[in-house]
C-alpha cells in the first residue's frame, strides 16, 4: 500500500477500479464542475468494500467520551424555571477522534489509536469501550494532571436540552508531545501503517511540533496524511495528503467572513491549497454538499436530501471515508460520493454514531 521510497502514491487497483458515468453542470465557479450523478458498477463497489479491510490506519487526535443521559420531561421545577428530567437510561459512546476509530473499523480497517486521557475513571471507561470494539489502544497515553475530556447530553423526547463539558484544552508540555511522536513512530514502523488521520478539536493534544515532525515523518515513509481540522492549527498542517475542513472551519481558518455561496466557498479552497500545499481538499458544506479539489481539477457534488436526526459525527464519517478511497486509488468523483453518501446516512441518527458498513453498501448499490 505505501510508497516507501517518498512521497505517497495511490496503489493502482486496475481490475476493480470503478468506471463512473456523471453529469456536468457549471457550478458557479467557473473552473469547479458540479456533478449530480455517479452510477458505480455493484461488483466494483463490493471491491472497495472488501479492500477497506487491508487499510491499517493510525489515528491521531482529541479523544473523549460521550455521555448521553435519556429522560421524560413532565414538569417544571419549583426551584428555578427549567425541566425537571427524569432519567431513563444512561450510555456512554466514544467521541471526538474516538469516533473517527469507531467509523473506521466498522468499516473494516484496522485501527490505531495516538491520543491523551485522564488516569480517572472516564478515561477508564473510554479505553475499554475502545477495546470492546477491536480498536488498539496501546498509544493512549494517560495524564494525572488533566481529566478525560466529557460530553454530558441530555436529551428528552428527541430533543437535544443541554450540554455539560469537562475539558481542559491547554496544549500539552513538550514532554508529552515528544512521547505522542515517539508512539507514532513506533506504531507506523511496527504495525506497517498505510493511513494516518488527525482528528483535531483544538483540545491541546495536537501541537505544532508534532504535527510538523509526523507530517515529515510519514511523508519520507510513503503514508497517507488526511486532516480533519479545527482553527488552532488549522495553517499548520501543510504538505498533506488531504484536508477537510467544513465551511465554518474553511472561512474561519483564513479568516474570512463566513458565506453560503459555494461560489466563494471553491474560492476560499484555492486559497486555502495555495496557503497549505495540500494535495486535496474535500470541503463539507452542509446541504449544499461538497467541494472536492486537488491542482488537476475541482468539483462539487450537492448534497442528497435525506431525513435530518442529528448532525454531530457526520465529518468523522466523511473523513473516515474518503481517507479510505483516496488511499485506494480512487478518484475525486468516487470518494466525494461515497463519503458524501456515508454522511448523510448517519445524520438520520441521534447522537454521535459510527457508519454501518452493510447500510451503506445497500445504499451505494442503488446507484448501480
Known sequence: M?????????????DFVCRFRIRFRRSHASNCKCFKQIVLKKQEIEKYFEQFNHVRT????????????????SRISPEAPVPVVDVVKREYRPGGAANVALNLRSLGSQVFLCALTGQDANGNTLTHLLEENNIHTSGI?????????????????????????EEETSQVNEQTALLAFEKIRQIVEKQNIDLIIF?????GFITPELITHTVDYANRKGVFVSVDPKRNNFLNYKNVSLFKPNRKELFEGLNLP??????????????????????CVMTTLSEDGVIIASNEESLHLPAAKRQI??????????????????V???????????ANLGGGIVCEYPGVVAIDKEKLLEEAQKTA
Open 258 to 279: 463566513v458565506s453560503n455561496s459555494v461560489k466563494e466557498a471553491y474560492k476560499a479552497v484555492e486559497k486555502l491549497q495555495k496557503r497549505i500545499d495540500a494535495r
Open 58 to 73: 493510525l489515528v491521531i487526535g482529541d479523544i473523549m467520551l460521550d455521555s448521553y443521559i435519556w429522560g421524560k420531561v
Open 2 to 14: 505505501r510508497n516507501r521510497g517518498g512521497i505517497w502514491k495511490p496503489r493502482q487497483y486496475p
Open 199 to 203: 482528528q483535531d478539536y483544538d483540545k
Open 141 to 165: 497515553i494517560t495524564d494525572k494532571q488533566r481529566p478525560t475530556t466529557v460530553k454530558h447530553r441530555i436529551i428528552s423526547n428527541g430533543q437535544h436540552l443541554l450540554r455539560i463539558d
Open 328 to 338: 485506494l486509488g480512487a478518484s475525486l468523483q468516487e470518494t466525494a460520493f461515497l
Open 309 to 326: 436526526a442529528d448532525v454531530s459525527g457526520a465529518g468523522d464519517t466523511v473523513i473516515s471515508i474518503a481517507s479510505l478511497m483516496m
